[in-house]
């Protein structure tokens, strides 16, 4: 009899889980408890894969050998506590695809970085002539392009907090953690050492041969390193002092030292913007060294490297005034870095789906550097609440067409208007690319 899978969720992941479970005879049922994208349920019956939407159907659901859950059904979800009691498996797309995956993985995570981190090692191995490929949270589903057959030697792989949540036997052979900071708390019982575990699930069944790259101005980290042995070799990266081995400033120079070989490159020259850039650049610049990558490729890999989109992406100057798109940045941490960046009076745009956000670790930057904030959400009064002190003037809107013509009157040539919501999107949007889709169009047609 063939093995039962089934899978919660009919989005990207799901769906690549599908195929894969299909390619190696397993009998597949799909089960989505809202509307299944037309695109998606085409596949599905294309492919001849029972599926059912807009209700679970328990006496099948528990009826698995395995479940893979899509990563935005929480844990504490009735049906899954149900599957736990019973002893079935409940595991994320990317333990299933690690399965049936050839090649090694360097997998990235942290609160804030992780897409351009992980596209910026994707465009160093691709510029260095190494068969890779990207997957994860980023672009094409990890499972869908297993069940593809694509077999590359290295896999980059960006992984939310949510997909390590449901790995188990997965290794990665590099793993990145960027930075610890408060996001998803709703998530994790508001308990921010739940969030570090889960982050930290990055370098489970790691070996002393695997290297782990990561933040040590990142208290967060350098606690949880502090009290639990991480078996891999470390490698930090860091802007406050020098360390013998990894990454850090000297000037304005970032060198880095591996296993005796040092390289380095000016800050001044890389092609992103910002602190938090010069991390995610060592980061990416390590990941290389340690792969033995020629300097003068990764040199260059990140003087050219063109940036992701929705994360201070450059859409427009209309009438001297400069629209930045920064959807990306679904937490207060993200907002600060990007704020930091900006060196014209700044009319940002915020709100949407509240995580549990603190606004207060923004007030002194705001203070600095916003003159107008516009709230864009069903419900800014928490946002308002805030910084009602702070910012000398605050517009509310419940639309994107509103937010941007608002911006755009208040504005004067020199202001910058930075989407940067520090919020989910979901009130008004599908996603944070919906929403920063949205937010070009309209920006477009000023």
Known sequence: MNKRLVILGAGESGIGAALLGVKHGLHVFVSDMGTIRNNFRKELEENN??????????????????????????????????????????ISEIEFAGRYAGGKKICVTGSNGKTTTTTLIKHILDEAGINAAMAGNVGVGFARQVASGIDPDWWVIELSSFQL???????????????????????????????????????QNMSSEDKFVYCMDDKNITDY?????????????TLMGEVKEGAFLRNDEIVINYKNESMS???????????????????AGIVSHVLKIRKKIIRDSLANFKGVEHRLENVASVRG????????????????????????????IAGGTDKGNDYSELEDIVRKKVKVLICLGKDN???????????????ETKSMKDAVRSAYLVGKKGDVVLLSPACASFDLFNNYEHRGQIFKEYVRRL
């Open 381 to 395: 009064s928490k946002l308002v609440d805030h910084f009602k002190n702070i910012v000398p003037d605050i517009i």
């Open 225 to 237: 390193l502090n009290e639990h042995n991480i078996t891999a070799y470390k490698i930090p990266f």
């Open 49 to 90: 894969i029972e599926y059912e939407e807009g209700k679970h159907s328990e006496d099948i659901i528990l009826n698995a050998e395995t479940v893979v859950k899509s990563p935005g059904i929480p844990d504490s979800a009735p049906l899954i506590k149900k599957l736990k009691e019973k002893g079935i498996p409940v």
């Open 265 to 283: 490159f000016f800050a001044h020259e890389l092609s992103l913007i910002g602190r938090h850039n010069i991390y995610n650049s060592m980061a």
């Open 321 to 348: 005034i400069k629209f930045i798109n920064d959807s990306k940045a679904t937490n207060v941490n993200s907002v600060w870095y990007a704020l930091e960046c900006m060196e014209s009076p700044v009319i940002w």
């Open 165 to 203: 949540d449901g790995m188990y036997d997965f290794k990665a052979d590099i793993a990145v953690l960027l930075n610890i900071t408060p996001d998803h708390l709703d998530r994790y019982n508001y308990d921010m050492q739940e969030y570090i575990a889960s982050k930290f699930r990055i370098t």
